[in-house]
Structures are given as structure tokens and as C-alpha cells.
């Protein structure tokens, strides 16, 4: 990648725009709401090292065995300030080990050179996407690096991920931090995004993005971790890109209308500004064979930060996506100060997208109301699928996701199961059984978070019969940090 120090310079004109925790309302705010509301505690901060054994209720299949490796920001308060937006937090590696009927857990930080240096300080140092901090300078992008965002076990090891910098390496064992991974010399510190998209043959493909750059950087490598292709895409006004699919001939990425406008005192965050009255939804579709544009569809304004899946179906590809009605970057800063706002303000639809290359028009089905984190089952990933798993809500009032929902795509209906007041869901992945002949022949297991009782719990359902509720729950003795992202490994 020739260009590679260019988009790294552009990208670090938008990381150099964030700078000081001028105030403690944040903290303060968001401590008399926890007193108040124990569902604020899925927000509050993270301590230290966790290790234990669950305590399983109903009964673990006897086929079930693997870890499930999760992450997310665990740290958002230091010297008696605190993040403004649930983005910022330093990462909290999780291990859910699953064999013989047992469950054990473990978590701990991440140890960036972020979360060292500012651990040693006793107080932030380093500017975070939704919070100006500007104690220290910097200037190289992996420096903050919160490696907060996913956690993806492959080639035998673990890597914690996050949207503007490297890949960190874990020790798949005991979550221990062995630094920065380098996939290739030329590429060290390009962005290597939370979301990479595995394929049949063990490799991954992943992209990387900075606000700013404009341009859209593409990663294959193989099995065994070489880069086998690379290459970067010029694309206007590409200032926020968190997920993408992967289809049979395809990459294919949601551009939101934003408009990047950096100024003194502004968080990244901050100054990503909504331009959906100016500017559509932008499906772009990379030809995964050149790695060439092919072409640009326009839907729509909505924002967007997961998509499901995509296949070929003819002249035309379809994938699944929620998009969400207008500007819903603020939206995860308000549990930071304690509040919780409707639904409504928002609303979110999971919809199946029809881009049809010959007449270049879009089209949207909807396929359920408010959600989130779409998955699919591993083996059916780039191709022909007909479940969609996501999350959902009961409620009409507040943030909160409480269901998992198995969607048929093709019928529109949905099996699902509500865990109701004082739970709150986390990300829920399909887990085929080996030999699996079918997209529910296996389990859905995921994490949930007991406010009332402040426990973390693993929870597994029976894939072709969610709404039966779960066949077991894996109860810790202790609340561990909520996570976005995390892969099963059987």
C-alpha cells in the first residue's frame, strides 16, 4: 500500500481534534441515577481481573463444548471523571470456557499502551471517540488504542479489535496482552476494523477505515494470517463505516450521511455531524475478484452499525441490516450520564436489502422492529441463508434489549423468547453442532446481565426452539462489563 502514509496523516487530523474532561457533571449525574436505577449498572465501571466458576442451571448440552470469546469497553472512569460516550471505555477481555457440563470465566484489561500509561497516571491522558481529553500528545493512531470492540479467535490465537488501529494479540489461554499485531510490515498501524468476515476456506477478509481519509482500505488473508490482497478504494465523504458483508462476488458496505467538521474542544465523536438532509444511504459494492468499485446505491438516510449476511441471488445481491432513523451516534453517550431516552427517538428496523445491479435500484424489506446485532450461523456466512438472529426489545420506553429473536427470512416470522424487566441482553451468536444439516441445528448461546441480582449469565438456547426459553443459564457470581463483539470456538 503506497498510500498507506497518507491515509494514516489525513486519518490523524481527525484523531488530533479531540482533547479535557472539563467537568464532573458526567460522574456525578451518572452515580444518582445508579442509585436510583440498578439497571444503570450494566454502565458503570470496571475494576479489575475476574475469574470464577459459573453456576449452571438446567443442563448444558452434552454437545456444547468450545469458548466463547467476548469483548468490550470495561473502563470508563479514572481520578473521578468519567467517559461520555459507552464507545470510549478501555477493552475487558472475556473467556467463557464451556466443557463437561461446566462453565468458567474469565476477564480482564487489555493492557494497551493506552490503558498502561493512564492506569500509572491515575487519570485519562488520551483523547476517546465521544470525550476531548488532550493531557498528553500523540502521534501515532495504535498510541489510543482501546481494543475495546471485538474479540476473534484465529490461527491459534486471539485478537481484541477495534474501528481505528491495529489488532491486538491475546493469549488465548489466559487473555494475557502480547502487543500490537503486525499483519504485514507495510501495513503497521492501518486500520484493521472489529468486523472481519471469515470465509470457507479459514481466511478473512477486513477493511479498515479513518474519518477523514477517504479512502477505504481492504485486507484478505489466508488461514495461517498472510495478507494475501490488499488495496485502497477511493471513496468520497467516508466518514463513519463500522460493519460490512461479504457475498459470493462482493463486499459491500452502509455509508451514513456524515460530515466530518473538526474544532477545537471536539471529540471525534463530536464532530461527525448528520447530513441526512443533504445525502442518502449509500450502499457501496466492492468486486471481491479486482477489489474495484462496481458500483454505488442510494437509500434512504439512516444510520447503521451491523449488518448480517449477504448473498448472490441472480443480478442481484441481498443482506440483512438494522438501520436506524437519523443521528443515533449521541444516543449511546446518554446511559454514561445516567439517562435512558424512548425508543422512539431512534426506532430501528431490521431489514433484508435488494440491491439489483441491472436497473441500479435499491429496495428494503422489513423483517422485524427494534433491534440489534444481527447474526448468522457460521457455515452459511457469504451464502444463501434463511435465519437471521438479533436482539430485540419489550419495551416502548427506554435502551434496553431484553429478547432474542430467530427471524425466517423468507416468511418474516420470528421465534422468539423474552427475558422482560431487570435483564438486559448482550450480543447472542448460533453455534452449529458438528455435522449440522441445518441453520438452527445447534444452540444460540449468549450473555445476559441480571441487574436485580448483579450477575453476569451465560445463557443457551436450543436453535430451532427459542421461544422455549433457555435449556440452561450459567449464573457468575459477580457483574462482569457488558460486551459489543465475541466469536464461539468449538
Known amino acids: 500500500m503506497s498510500n498507506r502514509r497518507h491515509f494514516l496523516s489525513l486519518a490523524a487530523l481527525g484523531l488530533a481534534s ?16 445508579l442509585e436510583q436505577n440498578a439497571q444503570m449498572s450494566v454502565y458503570a465501571n470496571g475494576t479489575g481481573d475476574l475469574h470464577a466458576q459459573a453456576t449452571v442451571l438446567g443442563c448444558l448440552p452434552a454437545d456444547l463444548n468450545g469458548v466463547f470469546f467476548r469483548n468490550g469497553p470495561g473502563r470508563f472512569e479514572l481520578g473521578g471523571e468519567r467517559y461520555h460516550h459507552w464507545f470510549d471505555g478501555d477493552g475487558f477481555a472475556q473467556r467463557w470456557q464451556i466443557a463437561n457440563g461446566k462453565v468458567h470465566h474469565i476477564g480482564r484489561f487489555v493492557a494497551t499502551q493506552k490503558f498502561e500509561e493512564e492506569s500509572r497516571a491515575g487519570r485519562f491522558l488520551y483523547p476517546a471517540f465521544g470525550t476531548y481529553v488532550d493531557r498528553k500528545r500523540f502521534k ?50 492501518m486500520p484493521f476494523s472489529a468486523h472481519p468476515k471469515m470465509d470457507p476456506d479459514g481466511g478473512l477478509w477486513n477493511f479498515g477505515v479513518m474519518p477523514g ?16 490482497r490488499t488495496a485502497l478504494i477511493p471513496v468520497p465523504q467516508l466518514n463513519m463505516v463500522h460493519d460490512f458483508v461479504v457475498s459470493g462476488r462482493h463486499l459491500i458496505f452502509l455509508l451514513p450521511p456524515y460530515d466530518m467538521q473538526p474544532g477545537p474542544e471536539v471529540s471525534l465523536a463530536g464532530s461527525m455531524r448528520w447530513a441526512g438532509e443533504r445525502r442518502p444511504l449509500r450502499a457501496v459494492v466492492i468486486s471481491r475478484d479486482t477489489l474495484a468499485l462496481r458500483q454505488v446505491f442510494e437509500l434512504p438516510a439512516r444510520s447503521v452499525f451491523h449488518l448480517g449476511n449477504a448473498y448472490e441471488d441472480g443480478a442481484c445481491t441481498r443482506l440483512d441490516a438494522v438501520l436506524h432513523d437519523g443521528d443515533v451516534l449521541p444516543r449511546p453517550g446518554l446511559p454514561m450520564r445516567g439517562e435512558m431516552r424512548m425508543l422512539a427517538d431512534n426506532p430501528s428496523n431490521a431489514v433484508q436489502i435488494t440491491l439489483d445491479y441491472t436497473t441500479g435500484q435499491a429496495r428494503e424489506a422489513r423483517l422485524f422492529g427494534v433491534s440489534e446485532f444481527p447474526r448468522v450461523a457460521p457455515q452459511v456466512v457469504s451464502a444463501r441463508h434463511r435465519k437471521l438472529l438479533v436482539l430485540g426489545s419489550s419495551s416502548r420506553h427506554e435502551l ?48 445476559a446481565q441480571d441487574t436485580r441480582r448483579q450477575q453476569s449469565v451465560l445463557t443457551v438456547f436450543e436453535a430451532h426452539n427459542i421461544k422455549a426459553g433457555p435449556v440452561a443459564l450459567a449464573r457468575l457470581p459477580y457483574r462482569a462489563p457488558v460486551c459489543f463483539h465475541g466469536n464461539f470456538l468449538a
Do not use: C
Open 140 to 189: 501515532k493512531n495504535d498510541v489510543i488504542n482501546v481494543a475495546n470492540t471485538n474479540l476473534l479467535p484465529f490461527n491459534g490465537s486471539v485478537y481484541a479489535l477495534w474501528e481505528g488501529g491495529s489488532a491486538t494479540e491475546l493469549d488465548p489461554l489466559t487473555l494475557q496482552t502480547r502487543g500490537i499485531k503486525t499483519w504485514r510490515d507495510d501495513l503497521k498501524a
Open 400 to 447: 434496553i434489549l431484553d429478547s432474542v429473536n430467530l427471524i425466517d427470512t423468507d416468511s418474516g416470522k420470528a421465534d422468539s423468547y423474552a427475558f422482560g424487566p431487570g435483564w438486559q441482553m448482550e450480543e447472542h451468536v448460533l453455534v452449529p453442532r458438528r455435522g449440522a444439516r441445518s441453520e438452527t441445528d445447534g444452540f444460540v448461546v449468549g450473555v
Open 18 to 33: 479531540t482533547s479535557a474532561l472539563a467537568d464532573s457533571l458526567t460522574y456525578r449525574s451518572f452515580h444518582a441515577a
Open 213 to 228: 481519509s477517504d479512502q477505504l482500505a481492504i485486507y484478505r488473508l489466508n488461514k495461517v494470517g498472510e495478507v494475501m
